[in-house]
């Protein structure tokens, strides 16, 4: 995972005035919260080069994911 786009996806959040935590870094991953969610960097990168990087693609995001499995998206978002 480059750095540098990372930082300017997070710098995008920012610049929409969208609630993002300092970069916490996991096992292998660094970690996010994002609009009340746990968010990886390659989620984040992710849904910035689909142009989904906001508000809304971060709920449309959240709502993909509540059929994983049967699980809740924020059982698997983990929400603060």
Request: some cysteine; aromatic content about 6%.
């Amino acid at each position: 995972m480059a750095l540098d786009k990372l930082a300017a996806c997070v710098k995008s959040l920012k610049q929409q005035r969208i609630s993002v935590s300092r970069g916490m870094v996991g096992e292998d991953r660094f970690v996010f919260e994002v609009m009340g969610f746990m968010l990886t960097g390659s989620q984040i990168q992710k849904l910035c080069e689909y142009g989904q990087l906001n508000a809304a693609g971060i709920s449309a995001f959240s709502k993909s994911v509540e059929g994983e499995k049967g699980r809740s998206a924020k059982e698997v978002l983990v929400p603060i």
